[in-house]
Nanobody, 114 residues
Framework: QVQLVESGGGLVQAGGSLRLSCAAS????????MAWYRQAPGKQRELVAV??????ITYGDLKGRFTISRDSAKNTVYLQMNSLKPEDTAVYYC?????????WGQGTQVTVSS
């Protein structure tokens, strides 16, 4: 089992920045990739970015303003979000994939005011 705990969400003005963190614990050696997703009210959950255990990064449609990174020693993945817009308001979820399971964090709310 893998446990994920997100942090770093909050309220920010448009144009501001936030950095989200996702700390993994448990069977972290089984993780092949970690990702950030987000879900806005009334919308489907969408991929923000993925980083594999080998360091390969894939972005959804938000590349350019958001950057995913990791600290392998801390089993932590980060999402740096810059130039935030009101439409970035959503619950941001961390996910971890092992060979057979996907684990989700509880989510952290990001609210961008105009």
């Amino acid at each position: 089992q893998v446990q994920l705990v997100e942090s770093g969400g909050g309220l920010v003005q448009a144009g501001g920045s936030l950095r989200l963190s996702c700390a993994a614990s448990g069977s972290t050696g089984s993780i092949n990739a970690m990702a950030w997703y987000r879900q806005a009210p009334g919308k489907q959950r969408e991929l923000v970015a993925v980083i594999t255990s080998g360091g390969r990064i894939t972005y959804g449609d938000l590349k350019g303003r958001f950057t995913i990174s990791r600290d392998s020693a801390k089993n932590t993945v980060y999402l740096q979000m810059n130039s935030l817009k009101p439409e970035d308001t959503a619950v941001y979820y961390c996910a971890a994939d092992s060979r057979v399971n996907r684990y989700w964090g509880q989510g952290t709310q990001v609210t961008v005011s105009s």
